[in-house]
């Protein structure tokens, strides 16, 4: 029996998890302590303590901030491995689940996360480096104080900490057919059964992801349009650069993330480049015609489907 699975074409499911070393730990006595001072039932109190002074993984989580910035700008939308039953709602972590990346921004994909990688690996050496002063602040007042004795177990040793500090990605293809060569017949006729629900479930999830860039692109004018209706009725109101910067990456974007054709699509991306000529913060700031434009256009986009 020979296993020929079929890779889809359109993209690749990727993943990314990031770890730090800064443990949030219950502190059972201290809880006890505060339930005592309210004559309180301990079990109804909880405190917990951070092992570690944020300013000593600040470059470690600038990092990840960034990082994580970059995957999201890049992928289309979360992947979902199974069809879900029509009245299942699927409601999937942001944070280490996997996404749907086109094979139109693999490249780029790849160029940025192995920079990402390169900058947190960085960044974690410097923090071996330093953590025998780390362990030095900890076990003073501007750390535990007095409490790093009960919590010292929990500290590994240097050469240990840095298994705790990682940015890993993950890539693997999305498996639109996977039919072995049988002779039974039977068996062969329950392996068509099971590779037609596989298509049906990866296109399921390609409609997903384009359903999803979509929205995306919609909820993104929308918010343009949000801060330009609060502009018309307020002049001390904010136009945000960044939230109109992000509509406008959106709108370029948009059509190479989507695995499947979509007229929806199609007609934000075309109310979209429509408004490009005034979607620019200090415009939309100085001016109101342009702000009713966006406006109208936003609007136009959300009758397009239900978000």
Known sequence: MSNTPTPSSEGIKVRLTVCHFNPLVNDKQAAAEQAKKKDANARQHSHQVHLVDGDDIKTLKDMETEGRAAFQRLVSAPWLEYKPDPDEK????TKGCWYFLSTEYLSEYLDTMSKYRQKFELAKQDFIRRYPDILLKAATSRGL??????????????????????FTTFEDPI??????????????????KLDERKKEQVEYGLQAVTLDVTKE?????????K????????SSSPITESVVERLVEKLEMADRKSPRPSADLDEAI????GLLA?????????NEHSRNKVIAGANRMKDLIQL
């Open 90 to 93: 699927v409601n999937l972590s």
């Open 145 to 166: 104080g007095h409490d790093f004795i009960r919590f010292r177990h929990r500290f590994p040793t240097q050469d240990a900490v840095g298994d705790r500090v990682s």
């Open 175 to 192: 498996v639109t057919s996977f039919m072995p060569d049988v002779f039974d017949e039977r068996l062969r006729v329950e392996m068509e």
């Open 217 to 225: 692109v919609i909820k993104s004018a929308a918010h343009v349009g």
């Open 227 to 234: 801060q330009c209706e609060a502009k018309n009725k307020s």
């Open 270 to 273: 075309l109310i979209g480049k």
């Open 278 to 286: 005034d979607l620019d913060a200090d415009i939309l700031k100085a």
